[in-house]
């Protein structure tokens, strides 16, 4: 890595508010501080990382399309809504967990 590319530590003065709030959108999206500072300064806003229940809601979700698919023999019919089914839960997943640009 050259020398430019480093990171390099600032300090910055906040007030205690203001520190709380950094923790807590940090915390609340599963990373660090510094991760969280560089994701808006570079205009991203990060998602909160789901509850455990938004994963066992998934899990069953997809458990459920498991059986239809399995069960679908050759119906191309159900085996296309299950293609179908399987963006929507991908697209549904990635707009509920990735961050997203608002610059």
Known sequence: MEEKDKRKKVTISLYDKDIAELEAGARL???????????????????????????ELMNELYAIHNVIKDNAEDNTNILMACEQLEDWIMKFQSESTQPWEVA
């Open 29 to 55: 999206t599963g990373g660090n501080k510094s991760e969280y500072v560089r994701m808006l300064i570079h205009f991203i806003v990060p998602h909160s990382m789901p509850e455990k229940r938004f994963w």
